[in-house]
């Protein structure tokens, strides 16, 4: 936990009777909701499925607001909020999360893959983009029902939407030997490759027209929207 905008960092100590099963976890991603309300999703180990945890103390104390079925598998890889009530997590076999109460209980929604699922962004209030293995899913009914996109071969890593940016919508994958940028100018109907230097699990950081993407292997920068 940073206070001074990462200039240092202190370990947050997770207290109360469930501390050793949020200890005991994994976490992947994280969403900043409000003034101190924060969402931490991932994978507890020891019941080897997904949990959520929510903070609104800004990180002091935390609660768990989802632990799934026990045995399943299940992880959570990312979350994203579009408003401070209404938010969307994806993870392990094919699973998406739904919340219209700012992460104080979630919905499993069946999307009719059982892909891995890496990383969401909204579009809209209503439309939302998830891309994972071999896959991208579409929703225009705020995450209730998916339509889905395969690419064999293709390993989507992250995806980001900016309405700014002549990209839109960009999208970051490997094919095992190679990584590239895929870019959307029509939120996502249709695809544009972009090779990059870095060879694994891309990340990025994409502001206005600059994009920054880093892996194994390199960091590639763009000023000129990819």
Not at 45 to 60: C, E, F, Y
Not at 77 to 105: E, R, W
Not at 135 to 157: H, V
Not at 158 to 172: A, N, R
Request: glycine share 12%.
């Amino acid at each position: 936990k940073s206070d001074d905008y990462g200039d240092s960092w202190t370990i947050v100590t997770f207290t109360g009777p469930s501390a050793m099963t949020m200890d005991l976890s994994i976490y992947n991603g994280v969403e900043y909701i409000g003034s101190s309300t924060i969402i931490l999703v991932g994978k507890q180990i020891v019941n080897n499925t997904s949990i959520i945890l929510k903070s609104s103390d800004s990180g002091a104390t935390w609660n768990i607001v989802h632990l799934g079925t026990s045995g399943t598998g299940d992880e959570i890889k990312n979350v994203k909020f579009y408003d401070s009530l209404k938010g969307i997590a994806v993870g392990a076999n094919g699973k998406v999360y739904t919340t219209n109460d700012g992460g104080d209980s979630w919905t499993i929604v069946a999307t009719g893959t059982t892909n891995l699922l890496n990383d969401v962004t909204y579009i809209s209030s209503t439309k939302i983009v998830v891309c994972g293995s071999h896959t991208i899913l579409t929703s225009i009914t705020s995450g209730s029902t998916w339509s889905i996109d395969n690419y064999a071969g293709k390993y989507f890593r992250s995806i980001d939407y900016d309405p700014s940016s002549s990209l839109q919508l960009t999208c970051f994958y490997t094919d095992g030997s190679e990584s590239f940028i895929s870019s959307s100018i029509d939120e996502g109907v249709s695809w544009t490759d972009i090779s990059v230097t870095s060879n694994n699990d891309l990340t990025h950081i994409n502001d206005s027209d600059t994009i920054f993407v880093g892996g194994w292997g390199g960091i590639d920068v763009s000023f000129n929207d990819g």
